[in-house]
């Protein structure tokens, strides 16, 4: 029996434009299709809407628009990836949603100081598997507590 001295996060890889990102598995409830989403009205614009998710109105974030990239038609591949923050459930729309992988804690490394259109706090790290860069996010500082706030208000409205 090996053992394994790395520890390893299971994260689920998702695409925004030309850009891979992975979330730890743990925050992650499950990946939906598209589906029609009920506009909410006077909330930020980021915040599509809401969706009737197996009984639980839940708000639905388009990640495009809340990393500040241009938005983009929804295609086929168009996932919605139902997250936990704060103990509220949110779905964020990404432009694909792949597969399940494990990264070495050793692949990770701390966050450049400046990434493109992402706001550097929303990163956790970097990591580098194989020929892929991953962008790890930290789900907590994607949402600020003020808009969380906003959401579970939405949510329970």
Do not use: C, W
């Not at 790395?6 to 990946?31: P, R, T």
């Not at 591949?77 to 050793?106: C, K, M, N």
């Amino acid at each position: 029996m090996t053992e394994v001295n790395d520890q390893e996060i299971k994260a689920i890889i998702f695409q925004l434009k030309n850009e891979e990102y992975a979330i730890s598995v743990q925050q992650v409830g499950s990946i939906e299709r598209m589906q029609h989403i009920t506009r909410v009205p006077q909330t930020s614009e980021f915040v599509k809407g809401v969706i009737n998710l197996r009984g639980v109105v839940t708000p639905i974030i388009d990640l495009r628009k809340r990393f500040g990239i241009e938005e983009s038609e929804f295609t086929d591949s168009t996932r919605i990836i139902i997250v936990y923050i704060d103990g509220l459930e949110v779905g964020l729309i990404v432009d694909a949603a792949y597969d399940v992988i494990d990264i070495p804690q050793s692949a990770i490394e701390p966050p450049p100081e400046v990434i493109g259109t992402v706001d550097v706090d929303y990163i956790e790290g970097v990591a580098k598997v194989d020929s892929r860069l991953l962008i790890l996010l930290n789900m907590k500082e994607v949402l600020s507590s003020k808009e969380v706030k906003i959401l579970k208000s939405v949510e329970n409205s």
